[in-house]
């Protein structure tokens, strides 16, 4: 302090703004600090005016003098302890595993004390529950570690959480606490038999279907998994993704445990279109439901099921699925598979109650079509407009199905749509009562030549067609503008309907070169 200093400022390149000192504008200067500009040396010369550098200069004051808004700290140093241990590592089992197979178990352990440790007791607990202990023995000086092992065990499926912890190092209490306790967890693959029920009232593996679906998700499977529901009602909404180690050798199956497909119900209520499912298969794929009721009781959106973003191989056997309530919104449907090729899924034998559609099931357009689809031996009722809608199918095998018990004036019972290579649509019962009028079995631009493959024919056959009501002008089967079709031992009868109402009504186009073929069918009615 007190003393008077000298600097330039210099370039190496370019040039320095600058203005002419007026003697006002020469000094700049705080509390600390005075800087006056005086005549520059070099290129001006000693001779020429002040010169003002058009910048800023930064500076910090050194020594005690130097300001600060630190709070002042004071810092107690007591040496290193003379006990301290910890469980550092989780040695086995690693981070995944399979089930079902005698693992070791075995944790690493560090000194942290400066003197050596000679004896420390290790304690572990699996998802909760305490397990064992062991006493260690040996000489481990400061930084050093060991591992103790534990007998082998065998683990269930799923995500597991381990605690691990030291006690009494060298038998003393250790008074360091944040270094003794491990957290980790590690996943075993799932393999086997699983339950789902209520636990606080019995001895089941998960409490509900999403705490199944987590360990599925989190842990995969190196097996087939099959899930026992006890009976109940679970209030919930599931989504499945896709389950690591999933093929068509290593299955999922969801199912009852009694058998009876009206023991367990699955339901959910939706709100909007973000919600709109009670169960959603998304990319999932070789995927078991079957003996269980799933329903939806939203009251403007109902979808039961939905499948997604190429969800495949999945089968529906022998579940009711019912639409409780939002039977008259075109957001409700018992299944709905719309857009994502969602190839070669299974449903069979199911009961399909309600719906604006009982059954969607659409591709994406005339050049990219779904395969393989099966819907067999499905009873279907109490739909609000259409019983089965298929939409650019490839290869499609609807049969065996009964379709029955419209609920508006006017609806369609099997309605299909751009279906191409071997469809087979066999052995179906369709029986509609509108007040107005109804298309019970209507085949539209099936084969249709602009988009038709070339695997094979289409197939109508042995079908039961009925229409038993209506002032409209009914349609038993309307075949419109299809090519390669056999239509064969086809039963079709119109009850009833207006003028125009015809048991048979076939259109279709030129360019349709193969044609439809008709045989040993019975078209009939009394209107």
């Keep these: 302090a007190g003393q008077t200093y000298g600097f330039a400022v210099t370039y190496v390149s370019g040039s320095i703004r600058y203005t002419n000192g007026t003697g006002a504008n020469q000094i700049y200067q705080d509390d600390n600090m005075k800087i006056e500009c005086g005549k520059g040396g070099s290129y001006w010369g000693f001779t020429i005016n002040p010169r003002v550098w058009n910048g800023s200069i930064f500076y910090s004051k050194l020594g005690g003098a130097c300001e600060s808004d630190r709070v002042p700290l004071t810092v107690n140093i007591s040496g290193f302890p003379t006990e301290d241990a910890g469980v550092t590592q989780m040695v086995d089992p690693g981070p995944t595993m399979p089930s079902g197979v005698n693992t070791p178990v075995s944790f690493e352990f560090t000194n942290y004390s400066y003197t050596p440790m000679t004896s420390v007791k290790v304690h572990w607990e699996l998802d909760g529950v305490y397990q064992d202990s062991i006493l260690w023995t040996g000489t481990l000086n400061n930084g050093e570690v060991d591992t103790v092992s534990f007998p082998s065990m065998s683990f269930i499926g799923g995500v597991h959480s381990v605690k691990a912890w030291t006690a009494l190092p060298n038998t003393y209490n250790d008074t360091i606490n944040i270094n003794d306790t491990l957290k980790t967890s590690f996943r075993s693959c799932m393999n086997g038999l699983f339950t ?41 909404q599931v989504t ?9 050798n290593n299955t999922i199956t969801f199912r009852s445990a009694t058998g009876d ?45 939905e499948v997604r973003n190429g969800a495949m191989y999945n089968t529906f056997r022998n579940n009711v699925i019912d639409v409780v309530t939002a039977t008259t919104s075109s957001n409700a449907s018992g299944f709905y598979d719309y857009t994502t090729l969602n190839h070669y899924n299974t449903y069979e034998s199911n009961l399909i109650y309600g719906g604006y559609y009982a ?25 609000q407009l259409y019983g089965l809608f298929l939409y650019y199918q490839d290869s499609v095998q609807a049969t065996g199905n009964y379709i029955h018990g419209l609920t508006n004036t006017y609806g369609y019972g099997f309605y299909t749509y ?11 019962t ?7 009028y109804a298309y019970a079995f209507r085949v539209y631009y099936c084969n249709y030549y602009l988009y038709k493959g070339s695997s094979g024919p289409g197939l109508v056959s042995n079908n039961m067609i009925s229409i038993t009501s209506g002032t409209g002008t009914n349609y038993g089967m309307y075949a419109y503008y299809s090519d390669d079709v056999d239509y064969l031992y086809n039963t079709v009868h119109c009850e009833t309907g207006g003028t125009s109402t015809r048991s048979l009504y076939q ?12 045989q040993n069918n019975i078209f009939g009615g009394n209107s």
């Design 359 to 383: 059954m969607y099931i659409y591709g994406q357009n005339t050049s990219s079509w779904e395969k393989g689809t099966i819907i067999k031996n499905n009873e279907i009722a109490r739909f």
């Design 196 to 236: 789902i029920g209520d636990t606080a009232t019995g001895s089941f593996d998960y409490p509900s279907f999403n705490a199944a679906v987590y360990d599925l998700e989190n842990a995969g499977i190196c097996g087939s998994v099959v899930f026992e529901v006890d009976s109940g009602t679970y209030l919930e």
């Design 507 to 518: 259109y279709n186009t030129t360019s349709n070169t193969v044609g439809q073929r008709f």
């Design 240 to 248: 499945i993704t896709e389950i690591p180690g999933v093929d068509m």
């Design 261 to 305: 497909s009206t023991d367990v119900v699955l339901q959910y209520s939706a709100t909007g279109t973000a919600d709109n499912w009670t169960l959603l298969l998304d990319s999932a794929d070789y995927i078991t439901f079957e003996k269980m009721t799933i329903q939806s009781l939203g009251a403007s959106y109902g979808r039961v099921v």
């Design 430 to 436: 369709v029986v509609l009562n509108p007040t107005n």
């Design 418 to 428: 751009y279906c191409f290579n071997k469809f087979n649509f066999s052995k179906n």
